[in-house]
């Protein structure tokens, strides 16, 4: 029983993870650099804050890593319960994340 919990705290802190660090990446820091409708202010928003944009290229790749680690911590929980089905859900997410257009 404490392998199940461990399990599920693992997956849980997977999620929080990855959902934490994909808000971070897409919406706060990206809101911050890029201006709609207008390339020129965005790019020099980029050159002025490389740190901002540092920070949101270390927020996407934890995101990443995130959604790999939460796809292997899900396969691991749901082949016990069944094998077939286990692995075309991993084959399912990690092909909609590479499949996924970048951004």
Known sequence: MN???????T?????????????TGGLILMLA????????ASMLNIANHTWLMRANILAETISALGVIFLGAILFIALRKQNEK???????????????APPG
């Open 85 to 99: 089905m286990a692995l075309v859900a991993l084959g399912c997410l990690y092909s909609k994340r590479r499949l």
């Open 11 to 23: 997956l849980g802190i997977a999620f929080l993870l990855q959902a934490v660090a994909s808000l």
């Open 33 to 40: 650099l890029v201006v709609p409708g207008n390339i020129s």
């Open 3 to 9: 392998s199940v919990n461990s399990t599920s705290r």
